[in-house]
């Protein structure tokens, strides 16, 4: 059964660091690794999804890495903003229906 | 604009009550899913489903029904076997298996 881990549970940071946020899984046989981020009391906003084939997705401050073999995702943000304060989740698709199994999440604070 | 409706936002059961929550998208996604948040963790996957007229058991569908007769509709009802049903449920839908997911606002579900 695949599981996913985040490390750590929490992060702060000051206005302008750059951070990374990791993500690891048991099973390799991954079909694509998806980062969320999740404001207090809403629903998931999709960050960057990453195909089992690729190595890493860009999208502006964000990049996200991939590395099947060791079973690890990263995700960088790069001068960070109060703004991007939330809790940020990982999820791996399994290679059958699209079966999604999340992380717990890392919950960001960025101060001014 | 097109997106994922959830309702209602907030709902309160009673015991040996059976509740439904709705969720309709107007993105023409073929897959749908629901999943169960508890506090402080991850995304546990209830139910999901591929296409009209089918889907499949998630990690934690003990307790919960869903039906997918419109390609826009997945309800999910908790009924009266899920003992501990306290939990905010999102709904999510995606194009297949190979593209993000995206989510609605969730609903909060307590027990009166």
């Known amino acids: 059964k695949q599981e996913v881990t985040q490390i750590p549970a929490a992060l702060s940071v000051p206005e302008g660091e750059n951070l990374v946020l990791n993500c690891s899984f048991t099973?390799?046989?991954?079909?694509?690794l998806q980062w969320f981020r999740q404001d207090p009391g809403k629903g998931l906003t999709s960050l960057l999804l990453?195909?089992?084939?690729?190595r890493e997705q860009t999208s502006g401050r964000l990049n996200a890495s991939l590395d099947k073999s060791s079973g690890r995702s990263t995700l960088y943000i790069a001068a960070s903003q109060p703004g991007d304060s939330a809790t940020y989740l990982c999820a791996v698709s399994d290679t059958n229906a699209g079966k999604s199994t999340f992380g717990d999440g890392t919950t960001l604070t960025v101060k001014p | 604009d097109g997106g994922i409706t959830q309702s209602p936002k907030y709902l309160f059961r009673k015991e040996g009550q059976n509740v439904t929550l709705s969720c309709e998208q107007n993105l023409n996604h073929d897959a749908m899913y629901w999943y169960r948040q508890d506090p402080g963790q991850g995304l546990r996957l209830i139910y999901y489903?591929?296409?009209?007229?089918?889907?499949q058991k998630g990690d934690i569908a003990e307790g919960y029904s869903v039906s997918r007769e419109k390609k826009e509709s997945f309800p999910l009802t908790v009924t009266s076997a899920q003992k501990n049903p306290t939990a905010f449920y999102l709904c999510?839908?995606?194009?297949?298996?190979?593209?993000?997911?995206?989510f609605g606002d969730g609903t909060r579900l307590s027990i009166l």
């Open positions: 099973d390799s046989a991954i079909y694509n």
């Open positions: 999510a839908s995606s194009r297949g298996r190979d593209q993000p997911q995206h």
């Open positions: 990453i195909q089992s084939s690729q």
């Open positions: 489903s591929q296409i009209v007229n089918d889907f």
